[in-house]
Antibody, heavy 120, light 107 residues
Framework: QVHLQESGPGLVKPSQTLSLTCTVSGASISSGVDYWTWIRQHPEKGLEWIGYTYHGGTTHYNPSLKSRLNMSIDISKNQLSLSLRSVTAADTAVYYC????????????WGQGALVTVSS | AIQMTQSPSSLSASVGDRVTITCRADQDIGKDLGWYQQTPGKAPKLLIYSASNLQSGVPSRFSGSGSGTDFTLTISSLQPDDFAIYYCLQDHIYPLTFGQGTRLDIK
């Protein structure tokens, strides 16, 4: 069973960088079976796709966040990383990592989510 | 970006009712649509993929249909666990985009 777990600071100051890690178990990030995606949900709001990364280094970011965003993979740790620069209060959200099967469009396995609050 | 519009935004129903939620894309997305269920404090859960395919382990009372721009999610007989928020998601063109959600409450 694939399990994903997000971790990182729950509070980030405005203008600083939000950094999250997603630790994957039950699957190898380097297997090439799935893409690895991040999605966020603003408080009491809907879902926003952030982007995906793939073990070969391929990434695809939401244009709305692209200028501030970086995603990477650490195969040795079986982890994904998300970095969002110059954050504002509008970046306050629950951040989810998940598997994304591009062939069938499935976002099948999700982490439990990590709440990140941007506040001074 | 493709805009996805769900209707209704909220819905009240009773256990045993048949419920239909619709999702409309502002351009043709073929059958590249999924439906997700989210309960409070939890991550979304995949119910339907490729418009009409039931995800493994999901009860058969859930079904999806549609193609092009218009899609529906139907719950044939509501159960207590089904009261949740439902989202559609298109993955035809990047960026992936979700509908705004449909809140299904107990009447």
């Amino acid at each position: 069973q694939v399990h994903l777990q997000e971790s990182g600071p729950g509070l980030v100051k405005p203008s600083q960088t939000l950094s999250l890690t997603c630790t994957v178990s039950g699957a190898s990030i380097s297997s090439g079976v799935d893409y690895w995606t991040w999605i966020r949900q603003h408080p009491e709001k809907g879902l926003e796709w952030i982007g995906y990364t793939y073990h070969g280094g391929t990434t695809h970011y939401n244009p709305s966040l692209k200028s501030r965003l970086n995603m990477s993979i650490d195969i040795s740790k079986n982890q994904l990383s998300l970095s969002l620069r110059s954050v504002t209060a509008a970046d306050t959200a629950v951040y989810y990592c998940a598997t994304y099967g591009t062939t069938l469009g499935k976002i099948e396995h999700w982490g439990q989510g990590a709440l990140v609050t941007v506040s001074s | 970006a493709i805009q996805m519009t769900q209707s209704p935004s909220s819905l009240s129903a009773s256990v045993g009712d048949r419920v239909t939620i619709t999702c409309r894309a502002d351009q043709d997305i073929g059958k590249d649509l999924g439906w997700y269920q989210q309960t409070p404090g939890k991550a979304p859960k995949l119910l339907i993929y490729s418009a009409s395919n039931l995800q493994s382990g999901v009860p058969s009372r859930f079904s999806g249909s549609g193609s092009g721009t218009d899609f529906t999610l139907t719950i044939s007989s509501l159960q207590p666990d089904d009261f949740a928020i439902y989202y559609c998601l298109q993955d035809h063109i990047y960026p992936l985009t979700f509908g705004q959600g449909t809140r299904l409450d107990i009447k």
